[in-house]
């Protein structure tokens, strides 16, 4: 998804968990731009990496207060007590 007319297809498309990265490129192995999906809307993210795109993911959950996707939290409870070294309240 090269254009910005298949950015808007995929936004319509897709239903269900939010935030998440959307990586756009010429192939998987060239990806020109990662973006963080929330409400159908596209936030452009500063990172170049996945890595990068993937802090960008975690810390707009704080931005815009929301709620781990129930298959990631654990992942991203790990992320926040291990590596953000962030307390995890019960």
Partial sequence: MTDSHGLDEHL??????QPYILA???TRNRID???I??????IPCQ???LLGAFDELFKSHY???????EYLGQLF????????????QV
């Fill in 37 to 42: 999906v929330v409400d159908k809307q596209l």
């Fill in 63 to 69: 931005v815009f207060n929301l709620s781990y996707d």
């Fill in 12 to 17: 319509q498309r897709r239903d269900g968990r």
């Fill in 77 to 88: 409870t790990f992320m926040k007590t291990t590596v953000y070294s962030i307390d995890h």
């Fill in 47 to 49: 990172a170049t990496s």
């Fill in 24 to 26: 756009v490129g010429r």
């Fill in 33 to 35: 731009t990662f973006y």
